[in-house]
């Protein structure tokens, strides 16, 4: 045995036979077996063990024996549990365990020092992650969560550390049951149910007004106290725990211990970013869980990778399918007959919770509100906004089939143009039709989606309708209430008004627009304010789109007095038209001061009404920056676009319609400050993100194109940048939404950066393009024709054609005397490249006239590092010399 | 929000370690208690969690608990050692006594039951070996106590070798070689006794 001989003795034999070679460590052997029997047994025995042995204890003992250490956690231990009752946990004691929840035990506790008399939860806060980290985050989080006052939200009064570094929170104690549980024992009717579901929605929505999203709502943190007051608990905590980047390799192991995988989000599954959209999913799938009395994946039958895969695609079925599919031992049984449950559920609450829980946020709720609004609507017996998913398709189908630009629709001629300048002021109008657009997609569904049902597709097979025989026919059936019924007319032809516009026809929504005001002007008292509504249409009609005779502006006051009067001044609806007046100042005036001092306004109203993560509130943000920098304050403006985008990638999803236009209008900004390196990282967002939201073909995508190709230019990446316009090219050439002719600058563009590059014989061939298919009759004064004149001229006396270039900067010239909306540098620019034509073709004075005469100007109106003022420079040097 | 009352509390584990660098015994026991109480309350803890997650990384979310969390910055490596070593000493006896109960409630059913179930049979074999192997250590820390103190380290707390040789203040090679003695001496010793 081994204690029969002096361990050192046998130490020392391993050490020597362990450093030897194979055949040297023989020998060892051989001497002590002959000069010590028995040890020479110990030591060799010693040595054959460590060539058997392997590395048999190399895992450690949780590895060893985790079977073992698992069953310590088992049903079979639970009652070692009450040992740590008593437990003194910082200034607290546990006095008992109220649940295991999925960050840790929690525990109902009291102040061991009395200062605090009543009873408190405690709850143990265990992740992968370092207890500092935790703590750390606790305290960056804890004003924010500290501030969620509610009365529905269980208060957060404390955070520290165990002996041993452990982390807690404590809260406010809530003697309730689950939500599903309280819904079971209570046998509560659905409309109950749907009662207190709107409550849990009012304090969602409460909370992510305040910036907190909840990212782990689930019944045991969903409780209902006996007198049936609903209380939140856990708001944000989740965020203390989860992985900075979300990545899906952080989710597979902790991310599944801290949310109950059947209440997650496809986002979360796919450890894509987290927004407020997060917790309207899992509203809906607790608003399937009490209606119907069971989840909506079979989760317990379900392998998770199973689970985790059906939930991405969203391959639910409806609840009223699953009520019935459903044996009655798996589900709740609600309180009523199933057929009459069935009943109940088809239709809106279906559409309500598949709405709810659509697998891309984008096409869910904008807002808990929104949802609240929706159950309140269906218990009111009010047509609901959410539409089965076959309508919204059909719709969605139809628009496409019938090349309908949904998103992109103005004609504002006058802003089309080149220089970079024009084209930021084109988007910021565009930028405001994809707002309206946003506000309106769900009416616009919703009614069009109304039209089909009323069409019936399978009376008529085989007849395919367009989006323009529908409206038609609704404009047809209309007019059969304008007498009946003028006050219903008036409602169906706003709505008329905005499917015309969805669609595009701008002409006939002016006339539904004007035929709602008329009826409402005549049917309703002064001063109504629906009125100021139908009114606020056709004043953006004729702002937005140049249509009639009546100056919006006017027209904007009067919507302005009867909002004011009729809601005070603070209101979304006044803000919103300080929004419209901003934009008529920018667009039609030009005057950046006026249009800032509007969006001003409208931002201080909307700061009180809305969330900071409104998009309207975004929007209007962004144009307060846009304004602001083109009044002058570039930098000023940056700032103001930077807390908009800081806020956006807060609380909206990544792919969302406001988002990737601010990205946008972020990178035009710092183009503006030559940033070109960080508005590229910008740009290349935003170009990402309308791929991804409107596809490659979508005209959105090719203006991004253009857009980063002509960044791309300026950092002199000149290959990239005709790479990018190709692409732009490509999406414009038979893009029927290209209505006001983006195409003509795209191949302008692609001549500068092949002039650029020295390539003058295709850098002509696309000058041509791009002018040749410009209308003189329409387009012969707006500043992109004299552009395309510039272009030309310039490149003509390059290649030493003087006469032509004389000739058609002549022509550029003649221009500026006809019409009076020019730009200044434009003209420079054509006398400076025509005065070089005169050089060369031996009218010298006539040339050196027209130097001496424009290089001060040039001097003051371009920066000694744009590439006019350098081309200008040099050619003066280049002149003296000879 | 109040933390200071925490750090006091972190503190008095490091009051007992001073303790027991005085020599102390109490100290030692005390600080043993907490410990093994703090381990059980743990293991509970993260392994009543919510089921979700596969075995693996639960016991291993637990190993990280049980010796991870504690912040051993200003903690010299004397004080370290005293507390890994009491910290071995707690976990292998939660261990050994989950086994025992383990097998108490095995004699106690019908033997067919215990085939039915593969996690059973493994729970049950486990339970052997730890107690097994846990009195083949108790005799090799009366043979060499520096290889017992090595297990422990290795196997009950699961610091690395890299670790290990930091805290005891060895060569990682001189680490690496006793573990090789450790693990033969530990093999041999279970083969004879025929387990």
Redesign the interface.
């Known amino acids: 045995m081994?204690?029969a001989y002096n361990?050192d003795d046998i130490?020392k034999w391993?050490?020597i036979i362990?450093d030897a070679g194979a055949g040297e460590a023989a020998e060892h052997l051989e001497k002590l077996e002959q000069t010590n029997a028995e040890l020479y047994e110990e030591v060799s025995?010693?040595?054959?063990?460590?060539d058997?042995?392997g590395?048999?204890?190399e895992q450690?003992?949780?590895?060893?024996?985790?079977?073992?250490?698992?069953?310590?956690?088992?049903d079979?231990?639970?009652q070692?549990?009450s040992?740590?009752q008593d437990?003194e946990v910082?200034?607290w004691r546990l006095k008992k365990k109220l649940g295991?929840?999925?960050m840790?035990?929690v525990w109902l506790a009291e102040r061991t020092d009395g200062s605090f008399t009543r009873d408190v939860a405690l709850k143990?806060i265990?992740s992968?992650m370092e207890?500092?980290e935790v703590?750390r985050r606790f305290?960056n989080e804890?004003r924010i969560l500290g501030s969620l006052n509610h009365p529905n939200i269980a208060g957060l009064y404390?955070?520290?550390?165990?002996?041993?570094?452990?982390p807690y929170i404590i809260m406010e104690y809530v003697d309730g049951l689950p939500l599903p549980e309280y819904c079971r024992v209570n046998k509560l009717s659905l409309e109950q149910r749907l009662r207190l579901f709107t409550k849990i929605c009012e304090t969602v929505h409460f909370a992510h007004q305040n910036l907190v999203v909840h990212r782990d709502l689930k019944p045991s943190n969903i409780l209902v106290t006996a007198d049936g007051t609903v209380k939140l608990l856990d708001f944000g905590i989740a965020k203390l725990v989860e992985s900075d980047d979300g990545k899906p390799d952080d989710l597979?192991?902790?991310r599944?211990?801290f949310m109950?995988?059947a209440y997650a989000s496809p986002e979360q599954l796919k450890g894509e970013r987290v927004s407020t959209s997060t917790d309207i999913y899992t509203l809906g799938v607790i608003l399937y869980e009490i209606l119907s009395g069971v989840l909506p994946y079979a989760t317990e039958s379900m392998k998770?990778g199973e689970l985790i895969n059906a939930i991405c695609e969203g391959s639910t079925e409806k609840p009223s399918r699953r009520v019935r599919s459903t044996e009655l031992a798996k589900r709740e049984q609600l309180p009523m007959d199933l057929n009459k449950l069935v009943r109940e559920l088809q239709g809106d609450l279906d559409n309500i919770i598949l709405k709810a829980m659509a697998s891309e946020p984008a096409r869910r709720y904008g807002s808990a509100e929104a949802l609240q609004n929706d159950v309140e609507r269906y218990l009111k017996g009010e047509p609901v906004h959410a539409r089965p998913l076959t309508a919204a398709y059909l719709t969605s189908r139809f628009i496409t089939r019938n090349k309908m630009p949904v998103a992109l629709t103005t004609i504002l001629i006058f802003l089309t143009g080149i220089a970079l300048y024009y084209h930021t002021q084109q988007l910021e109008q565009e930028r405001d039709t994809a707002r309206m657009q946003a506000e309106r997609a769900e009416q616009v569904a919703g009614f069009m989606s109304g039209i089909f049902e009323a069409a019936n597709p399978t009376a008529n097979p085989g007849t395919e309708l367009t989006a323009r025989d529908l409206l038609e026919r609704g404009d047809e059936s209309a007019e059969n209430l304008a007498t009946g019924n003028p006050e219903l007319y008036a409602s169906f032809m706003l709505e008329m008004g905005r499917a015309w516009e969805a669609i595009g026809d701008y002409h006939k929504a002016l006339e539904s627009y004007e035929k709602s005001l008329h009826t409402r002007r005549e049917v309703l008292p002064d001063g109504h304010p629906d009125i100021a509504t139908s009114l606020f249409h056709r004043a953006d009609m004729n702002m937005r789109y140049v249509l009639g005779e009546i100056d919006p502006e006017e027209q904007f006051e009067e919507v302005l007095v009867i909002r004011r009067n009729h809601f005070g001044e603070r209101h979304p609806s006044v803000a919103e038209v300080y929004v419209n007046l901003g934009d008529m100042h920018g667009s039609m005036r030009q005057d950046s001061h006026a249009a800032r001092d509007s969006y001003i306004r409208a931002v201080n109203i909307m700061n009180e009404t809305l969330e900071p993560g409104d998009r309207k509130l975004l929007n209007a943000r962004s144009s307060l920056a846009f304004a602001t920098a083109s009044a002058g304050d570039t930098e000023a403006g940056i700032r103001l676009m930077r807390e908009v985008i800081a806020i956006q990638d807060e609380v909206l999803p990544e792919h969302d319609e406001a988002v990737v236009f601010n990205l946008n209008n972020m990178g035009m900004l710092l183009g503006r400050i030559n940033e070109h390196e960080e508005a590229y990282g910008y740009l290349r967002r935003s170009l990402d993100g309308y791929r991804h939201l409107y596809g490659d073909d979508h005209l959105y995508t090719g203006i991004l194109y253009m857009t980063t190709s002509q960044t791309l230019a300026r950092m002199e990446r000149h290959e990239e940048a005709i790479a990018y316009i190709d692409n732009a090219i490509r999406n414009m050439e038979e893009n029927p939404a290209d209505t006001r002719g983006y195409l003509h600058p795209a191949y302008i563009h692609k001549g500068h950066y092949l002039y650029a590059m020295d390539q003058l014989d295709e850098a002509e061939e696309n000058y041509l393009k791009g002018h040749g298919q410009m209308d003189p009759a329409q387009l012969g004064g707006h500043p992109a024709f004299v552009q395309g004149l510039n272009a030309l001229g310039r490149l003509y006396v390059a290649q030493q054609r003087y006469e032509e270039a004389d000739e058609i900067l002549s022509n550029a010239m003649n221009r500026y005397e006809m019409h009076q909306r020019v730009n200044e540098s434009n003209r420079l620019q054509t006398r400076y490249h025509q005065a070089r034509a005169w050089h060369y073709t031996g009218r010298t004075d006539d040339a050196q006239a027209v130097f001496t005469d424009i290089a001060p100007m040039i001097r003051e109106n371009f920066p000694k590092d744009s590439p006019d003022r350098i081309e200008f420079e040099t050619y003066l040097i280049s002149e003296e010399q000879e | 929000m109040n933390s200071s009352i925490t750090k006091a509390q972190a503190g008095e584990i490091t009051v007992q370690l001073l303790r027991i660098k005085e020599g102390d015994d109490m100290a030692k026991e005390k600080l043993y208690q907490m410990v093994y109480d703090h381990l059980r309350f743990i293991a509970t803890m993260e392994l009543g969690k919510e089921r979700a997650g596969h075995t693996l990384s639960r016991t291993e979310l637990v190993h990280e608990s049980f010796f991870k969390m504690l912040n051993m910055d200003g903690i010299d490596w004397e004080d370290r050692r005293h507390f890994y070593r009491i910290s071995a000493r707690a976990m292998r006896q939660i261990l050994v006594e989950h086994a025992r109960k383990k097998l108490a409630q095995k004699r106690g059913e019908k033997p067919e039951r215990v085939t039915l179930h593969d996690d059973r049979l493994k729970l049950n074999e486990e339970s052997e070996e730890i107690i097994v192997l846990s009195d083949a250590l108790d005799e090799l820390r009366v043979v060499n106590e520096k290889l017992a103190e090595l297990v422990d380290l290795r196997f009950f707390v699961g610091l690395s070798m890299q670790d290990i040789a930091d805290l005891t203040g060895s060569s990682r090679r001189t680490v690496q070689r006793d573990w090789s003695k450790a693990q033969a001496w530990l093999y041999k010793k279970l083969k004879a006794d025929g387990t």
């Open positions: 081994g204690n361990w130490e391993l050490d362990m025995g010693l040595l054959q063990a460590m058997k042995s590395d048999f204890l450690d003992a949780f590895s060893f024996a985790g079977t073992l250490i698992q069953d310590f956690g088992s079979g231990n639970k070692d549990e040992t740590f437990r910082g200034p295991m929840g999925g840790g035990m143990f265990r992968g207890n500092e703590m305290k804890q404390d955070a520290g550390q165990d002996e041993f570094g452990l597979t192991i902790s599944m211990q109950s995988a998770p």
